[in-house]
């Protein structure tokens, strides 16, 4: 087996991302993407209609909600490369209808043992962001694999080569390239172009693909044959680790190209240690609901939960007139960030304080600075969890890092009522832009949602790089419990419209009497302590527009925010699936035995 694996490499660069016309034949035409499915027998949403299908597949097979969701993220590393893959990392949220307990797994990157604070300065100053995203130094160790592994061992039933069975087939039989893929892929070109190795991926002839034409990935599917024969320590130890660090450590970049791929600093000893991080998850209780997500390293749980705290401080949010009940929305998001961005980091690395920023009394000393007749103005100043004074801060205000809106998410439940909620990415749209040669996966470039210098001068930074540290996340996987019992899951992709969205989505279902589908389509707005709260086209048009500006609030206009989903469990036992009717050109939802 040795002698193969060093085999290996040679032999996977004689084959390529294949593209043609038509599906090959014996493969299955794409299912056709529904944003909403009712039924028996448990539920899946995701982005993609092919990795919906995955996770349909193996709960029919008899796997669980874990077996289903690690299939279901295996085939969006196919159809969904640039968004997520084991080139990646991610937050995995796990309700466990035996004990009725909540678990969690941080399987985000990390830096290298070599990181400090200085990683993305040149000469004592920042890199300029794009130079950095598309470069070794950007790549940290992946933890999508080791997240997949760890879940399946802990709750799942199914080995990890059976669950990766669907998406090899996938990855071998091809799938239909959409609109999305081709626009994400032109947006790319001008990077994508740079590295033979990409190109010879997702440039045919040189040109995005054309929607309709059928990818394959031949290479993908033996990473993933490689995967299920060795298990994941064939990812991170032997070969594959070590072709891994070969191309970030010297970006295979076209010498013609001029471009500058600085190298990065992680080594196999980075990726032979790589561990996940089984954890509590963040709770808080909203109304008759008690809501469950990801604690730091990932900012989601705390900055959610702190805003649904706020908001529950100041009463019932569904008694509020429309403009009030966007006001509220609004603010709390833009105090709950200000805080985020001041005290929330990886807590292996620096103190985090976690359940002050979830408790209900620092809620309340944040709570009155709402004023229903004002708008607040932002960059707001942090207040001080540990010492909450009421209306009080800490003095200096902390400026919005920069996240790009990418990712992705899916949510599945089984018929035996246990809940997943995953979000998995490798960062910006198309991560590093660095496919590792004949592996037919990208690198992400996730080390830089580390902030590159200070954000404030003279104010501590719990978001510096540093050895080993795991950068802050804005990905927010949620499971709603209600009486003890699974009541709904969601979470979206988007970079720090993340939390807004899902904090939106929360609102609409739990306190605005929207149905969860209703709820994932409805207009979105994005306060992140900014002076202009981001606003989609339809969230502009409404008539409360006019009552928010009069209040002071300003707006930006952008084309869509965040791509959710959701399950939700009925009362009479059926599940609901949802998924977005229109953005990212829509999702796709399924359940094992529909009925109405």
């Known amino acids: 087996m040795r002698a193969l694996t060093r085999l290996a490499p040679p032999l996977l660069l004689t084959t390529a991302l294949v593209w043609s016309t038509a599906l090959p034949a014996g493969a299955a035409a794409p299912p056709p993407k529904v944003p909403e499915a009712v039924g028996w027998g448990g539920a899946v949403a995701t982005v993609d209609a092919d990795a919906t299908a995955a996770g349909i597949e193996v709960l029919r097979k008899g796997g669980n909600a874990v077996d289903a969701a690690v299939a279901a993220a295996a085939a969006l590393g196919v159809t969904e490369p640039y968004s997520s893959g084991i080139g990646g990392g991610g937050y995995f949220v796990y309700y466990d209808h035996a004990t009725g307990r909540v678990h969690t797994i941080d399987g985000r990157e990390t830096a290298g043992r070599g990181a400090d604070a200085g990683l993305f300065l040149e000469g004592g100053k920042p890199l300029p962001f794009a130079d950095a995203v598309t470069s070794g130094l950007s790549v940290g160790v992946p933890g999508t694999p080791a997240t997949w592994d760890a879940a399946l061992r802990s709750w799942g039933t199914r080995s990890l080569a059976q669950v990766l069975q669907p998406a090899e087939r996938i990855a071998d039989q091809g799938f239909v390239v959409d609109d999305t ?26 040109k995005p693909p054309e929607t309709g034409s059928v990818l394959r990935n031949p290479d993908l599917a033996a990473t993933y044959r490689l995967l299920a024969k060795d298990g994941v320590k064939a990812f991170y130890q032997g070969q594959l680790a070590q072709d891994i660090v070969n191309t970030l450590q010297r970006p295979p970049v076209d010498p013609a190209s001029g471009r500058n791929a600085r ?42 939960g702190e805003a649904l705290n706020i908001l529950e401080d100041g009463g019932d949010v569904s008694g509020y007139s429309g403009t009030q009940y966007y006001h509220h929305f609004l603010e709390s998001s833009r105090i709950a960030f ?23 009394r620092y809620a309340a000393s944040r ?38 809106p990418n990712t992705t ?83 979206s992709p988007g970079g720090a419209t993340i939390i807004t969205t899902t ?81 990212r050109g829509g999702g796709s939802a399924a359940v094992v035995r529909p009925a109405r």
Request: net charge negative.
């Open 338 to 360: 200000a805080d985020r961005n001041r005290w929330v980091g990886d807590p292996a690395a620096v103190d985090v304080p976690t359940k002050q920023l979830l408790s209900e």
């Open 409 to 491: 998410h899916l949510t599945v439940a089984d018929r035996w009522g246990n809940v997943v909620s995953y979000t998995l990415t490798i960062e910006q749209t198309g991560g590093s832009g660095i496919t590792v040669p004949g592996r037919g996966f990208l690198l992400n470039n996730e080390l830089t949602d580390f902030d590159f210098t200070p954000l404030a001068p003279g104010v501590p930074d719990p978001n510096l790089p540093g050895p080993g540290k795991r950068p802050r996340s804005s990905m927010s996987p949620t499971v709603v419990l209600r009486d003890g019992e699974p009541f709904l899951a969601t979470g």
């Open 181 to 206: 893929f081709r626009g994400q892929t032109a947006d790319n070109q001008a990077r994508f172009k740079d590295f033979p190795a990409t190109a010879k991926l997702y440039l045919p002839g040189g």
């Open 503 to 583: 904090l939106q989505v929360l609102l609409g279902r739990l306190d605005r009497g929207l149905s969860l589908e209703q709820a994932i389509a409805a207009p979105r707005a994005s306060q992140r302590n900014t002076a202009a709260t981001q606003a989609e086209p339809a969230f502009l048009a409404l008539p409360e527009r006019a009552g928010l500006e009069a209040l002071g609030h300003a707006f930006a206009s952008v084309a869509e925010i965040g791509a959710a989903t959701g399950v939700e469990r009925l009362p009479d036992g059926r599940w609901v699936a949802a998924a977005e009717p229109v953005r």
């Open 263 to 304: 190298p990065g600093q992680v080594d196999t000893a980075d990726l032979a240690s790589y561990r996940v991080r089984e954890q509590a998850p963040t709770h808080v209780a909203h109304g008759a609901y008690d809501v469950y997500s990801m604690a730091p390293s990932s900012s989601g749980g705390t900055t959610v």
């Open 367 to 404: 709570a009155c600075l709402i004023n229903p007749d004002r708008a607040l103005t932002s960059p707001l100043a942090p207040g001080d969890p540990r010492h909450p004074a009421d209306c009080a801060d800490t003095g200096q205000a902390v400026a919005e890092p920069y996240e790009g």
